[in-house]
């Protein structure tokens, strides 16, 4: 399979914990984006890496997330001294620089559902 | 800023039949895009029609098909010959700029269809 990949798919945590996850994009992709989705809405912009570079983050990213794509492949986003309120479906997507379609569609991972107690 | 509304929280449909999905949205830009994705209940995002505001022709995937109303900012989904595996989530979705030539995208909170057999 050559889709976006998210692992874990699933991860229960405690508030207060420290959490990883990671997001593996089709290869020849090098945009990188973070959504979250809470339950029942829409998906948000968290961020946005273009090669290594993180270009853009939304104001839902506090201080206790950051995201990372140290070679420009995988990135991984960590949340610190998680809360209730973090509870979400986090997406990655990823998309190519130039795409033969004029939209260059994102492609979205399967999301990894944390759930903090 | 895009604000993208999608009024249905939930839709029923008799298999075989056809179903509008609304969706209206707001921007100050001229030259803007828009998406629907269907989401299943496994979670992962799937794309399935793109509309650029410049476009002359509503634009059509197989059994989906866009109601693009520019004066009215509506951009409707028309699912025909609905089949019990289109029972799922669905986002329409604007694309928005980053600081490069990439986009993110805002989405709406979504209509869950639920396809009668």
């Known amino acids: 399979d050559t889709g976006v990949s998210q692992d874990p798919r699933h991860k229960i945590t405690k508030r207060g914990q420290n959490v990883t996850f990671r997001c593996d994009p089709i290869s020849e992709h090098n945009r990188l984006y973070w959504y979250r989705q809470t339950l029942g809405q829409g998906p948000e912009f968290l961020t946005y890496f273009q090669n290594e570079a993180q270009l853009e983050k939304s104001r839902l990213l506090s201080d206790r997330f950051s995201a990372e794509r140290p070679k420009g492949s995988f990135s991984t986003l960590e949340i610190q001294r998680t809360e209730q309120g973090d509870s979400a479906m986090y997406l990655c997507a990823s998309s190519p620089a130039e795409g033969g379609e004029k939209y260059n569609e994102q492609f979205f991972g399967p999301g990894t559902r944390l759930t903090v107690l | 800023a895009q604000k993208i509304t999608q009024t249905q929280p939930g839709m029923f449909v008799q298999e075989k039949e056809a179903v509008t999905l609304d969706c209206t949205y707001d921007?100050?830009?001229?030259?803007?895009?828009l998406f629907w994705y269907k989401q299943p209940s496994s979670g992962e995002m799937i794309f399935l029609i793109y509309q650029g505001s410049y476009d002359e022709q509503n634009a059509t995937e197989g059994r989906y098909s866009l109601n693009f109303q520019k004066a009215r900012k509506s951009a409707n989904l028309v699912i025909s010959a609905s089949q019990l595996g289109d029972s799922a989530m669905y986002f329409c979705?604007?694309?928005?700029?980053?600081?490069?030539?990439?986009?993110?995208?805002?989405f709406g909170s979504g209509t869950r269809l639920l396809v009668r057999p």
């Open positions: 979705a604007m694309r928005a700029p980053t600081m490069d030539s990439s986009y993110k995208l805002i």
């Open positions: 921007t100050s830009d001229q030259s803007y895009g």
